[in-house]
């Protein structure tokens, strides 16, 4: 889990490098320092509890700091998703900034897929407000980052602790 939060920090730091309104380039880098922090935070209190043993205060504690890191995470897809709808720059030569460009792309694509078919399909009152019975949600970074995507095939079935990890290696 710990390795997994600092996955999406890195993301979020590379998104928020490449996004072209300050205020959600700002938004996201709050909400990757409180990943950062928490995920931190996680790797501690795990350490503490492997060496002190079963406890239920540890164990409480543990839980409480994964529920943390998981709504935390959940902050910075939404504030990518944010940033991407409001347009990212041109990433650098660098192969992990490439890969996460091209996974926002791939996003933004199935979203305007998505609001195109909804516009044809008029599911609409008699007010002209969309109906919420039988609408498809809108594909969410969330969404994306949980199906099976061909970069996921390389991941190993048992990584190595230790192994360096880049941004788009593994499903966050």
Not at 76 to 85: D, F, T
Request: hydrophobic content about 35%; charged content about 25%.
């Amino acid at each position: 889990m710990v390795s997994d939060g600092q996955v999406v920090v890195k993301f979020g730091n590379i998104l928020a490098k490449h996004c072209l309104d300050q205020r959600c380039s700002m938004d996201l880098l709050r909400a990757t320092e409180h990943t950062q922090s928490i995920s931190s935070q996680l790797g501690i209190v795990a350490r503490v509890k492997a060496v002190t043993g079963e406890s239920k205060a540890s164990s409480e504690l543990l839980l409480s700091n994964v529920q943390n890191l998981i709504q935390a995470v959940q902050h910075v897809l939404r504030a990518a998703e944010a940033a991407c709808v409001k347009g990212l720059g041109q990433p650098s030569a660098d192969p992990e900034e490439e890969e996460v460009a091209a996974f926002c792309q791939q996003w933004r694509k199935n979203l305007t897929q998505h609001r195109a078919k909804e516009a044809l399909n008029s599911d609409r009152d008699e007010l002209g407000l969309r109906k919420t019975r039988g609408a498809k949600a809108e594909p969410t970074l969330t969404s994306l980052v949980q199906e099976q995507t061909p970069w996921s095939r390389n991941i190993p079935k048992h990584p190595n602790p230790r192994k360096e990890h880049t941004v788009m290696d593994r499903p966050m």
